[in-house]
C-alpha cells in the first residue's frame, strides 16, 4: 500500500479483510471492467487518476477516484435481481454520506457503447471538479 494506512482518507475505514478482497478482485476482471479500465487508466480523462477495485469502507468500487469522489460501477446480470438492487441501493447511499458520487453502467453499455460512456464520465467529472474547486480544502467527510 505504499506506506498508506487503511485510516487514509480515501479508504474511508475499509478493514483489511476488504482490502484483500480488492486484491482478488483485480485478479479477475471482466472484459467490461478491462475495456472501462483502459479507458480510465493513466489519468485519460481530464487528468484525473481513477484506481481500480479500491476499498472504501465496507466495498469495493470497481473505479474510484480520490480527488473528485467518484466512483464508476460496472453493473453484470445480478444487479438486474429486485434483491440486489435494493442492496445496491443502500451501497450507493453509504457512499454519498462520505460524499462520493456513485455513477452506475452495465456491461453492456460498456462493450456496447464505451465512447459515450466515457464521455459521460467525462460530463460528470468535469461538474465535480468544479465542486472540489469551490469548497475549502479538507472539508467534508474524510477530507481530500
Known amino acids: 500500500m505504499k506506506g498508506l494506512s487503511v485510516d487514509y482518507p480515501m479508504y474511508f475505514g475499509a478493514t483489511s479483510k476488504i482490502f484483500k478482497m480488492a486484491k482478488e478482485l483485480r485478479k479477475t476482471e471482466t472484459k467490461a471492467e478491462k475495456l472501462l479500465w483502459s479507458r480510465l487508466r493513466k489519468n485519460q480523462i481530464l487528468g484525473?487518476?481513477?484506481r481500480r477495485q479500491h476499498p472504501i469502507n465496507l466495498f469495493v468500487a470497481d473505479f474510484y477516484c480520490p480527488k473528485i469522489k467518484l466512483i464508476v460501477e460496472v453493473d453484470g446480470n445480478i444487479h438486474e435481481i429486485p434483491e440486489y438492487q435494493a442492496h445496491d441501493i443502500g451501497r450507493s447511499d453509504i457512499l454519498n454520506d462520505f460524499g462520493i458520487t456513485v455513477i452506475r453502467f452495465?456491461?453492456?453499455?460498456i462493450t456496447d457503447e464505451i465512447d459515450s460512456i466515457v464521455d459521460k464520465i467525462?460530463?460528470?467529472?468535469?461538474?465535480?471538479m468544479l465542486e472540489v474547486k469551490k469548497s475549502p480544502p479538507y472539508g467534508g467527510l474524510g477530507g481530500r
Open 122 to 128: 467525462k460530463i460528470i467529472s468535469e461538474k465535480l
Open 106 to 109: 452495465t456491461n453492456e453499455q
Open 48 to 50: 484525473l487518476q481513477f
